[in-house]
């Protein structure tokens, strides 16, 4: 039974992000083209799911957004597992300079996860020029994700990378005069890669609910670019939900994705894990 969950999960994400990537040529119409003649409109006709309120496609908003945020959350989090392993032996403790850098870093790491980064955000929008285009917001906005996610994938790649020098095959290894760099890339990676992996499938799901909360407070990606953020932010309006109920369809599809990311974590863990 579990199994068959996590195929059907796989199934309907891959249809999505394959919806996602092709999105430009799916859309029926630029997501910034404005009917003039048809705002709010109901669904019907050319427009599956309705105008918003200045008359742009809905339905073509959703499959361009929908690209933003799967295509760029992998993005950041793939930035975020990145800098924690390479910041990672150092909080452990690893390499010659132990007594002085892993307190060191130990601590700034406590200060990054303790950060308020909400506050991160608003200074950076205040501080963007008011013609940044919306693609450099974009890629600001994901990478800041990215850069400010290390600390906890960092903490737990410490912990393993602590838990492995004590283990009998570290020392083994040492004790045959086998030199660092070897032991780093062939020895202890393969068994902090299921580490990564996972830190990897966790921070996707966690950047793209980020992304949608952001955009709800009006700090995420900015208009006339769609994101699941910025087209949530119709749901403040409980008025507007009532009146055009298909106005949650964003919020469907990112439940739906939620719910299969989630179905796909409970699988078992990739091979390599830490014994």
Known sequence: MRIAIRRTALVVL???CLGAMFGPALAPFPYDQQFRDAPSSAPAGRFVLG???IGRDRFSRLLYATRISIVLAPAAAAISVALALLIAPFSAGAGTRRNLTSPVVSVITTICLAL????LFIILRAELPLNTSPAVSVLVTFGLMGVAGWAWPARIFSASIARMESSGWMLQARAAGISGRRIALVHAWPHLRAVAIAQFRVLVPAYILAEASLGLLGLGVPEPLPSWGNL???LRHPDLIRANP?????LILLMLVMICLEALQSGPMPAGEID
Request: no cysteine; hydrophobic share 55%.
């Open 246 to 250: 298909w106005v949650l369809t964003p």
């Open 51 to 53: 105008t918003d309120e």
């Open 116 to 119: 308020p980064w909400i506050f």
């Open 232 to 234: 949530l932010g119709e």
């Open 14 to 16: 891959i249809l999505i």
